[in-house]
């Protein structure tokens, strides 16, 4: 883990970086943000951490908690909602088994994202499954690609 945040400071250091910028080298270096790398740089850089939280907190791409192998994104927009997302969601927990709580699976393979619009509101409801974009989903369909991605396991 050293070696990779020395070489993220040495990149932040040579290209007049930002918070932003180690965030995101961090979430691509391990999937999410553990606390100790954000002690780390605050430590390094006499920053306090409050301030790498505080933009990590605010923006939606970056993650506190590890991610499941499998990212599913579910649309939550007026349109979705409408067209029911919500019973998608549900499903989806169920059948992950991911506590309503939480996000991750317990076997770190899965991980439901709730976002508030996906921008693509003509073919509600709205699912990304691994970034492949899937409109006007329904329970059974949702569940076969659930069940192909499970297959692949």
């Not at 002690?39 to 791409?61: C, E, H, M, V």
């Not at 499941?68 to 994104?73: A, R």
């Not at 088994?97 to 991750?104: F, L, Q």
């Amino acid at each position: 883990m050293e070696e990779i945040l020395q070489k993220i400071l040495g990149e932040y250091r040579e290209n007049e970086g930002n918070i932003i910028s180690i965030l995101q080298d961090i979430e691509k270096a391990f999937g999410f943000i553990p606390e100790e790398t954000v002690t780390w740089f605050s430590k390094k850089l006499d920053i306090p951490a409050s301030r790498f939280f505080g933009t990590a907190t605010f923006y939606s791409q970056f993650h506190l908690k590890p991610r499941g192998k499998n990212i599913i994104t579910v649309c939550r927009g007026t349109a979705c909602h409408v067209k029911g997302s919500e019973k998608l969601l549900n499903r989806l927990f169920l059948e992950l088994d991911i506590p309503p709580d939480e996000e991750t699976s317990t076997d770190s393979k899965f991980t439901i994202e709730k976002v508030n619009c996906i921008g693509a509101c003509g073919i509600a409801p709205v699912t990304i499954l691994n970034k492949e974009v899937l409109g006007k989903m329904t329970l059974d369909n949702l569940m076969k690609e659930v069940k192909k991605i499970k297959a692949r396991e």
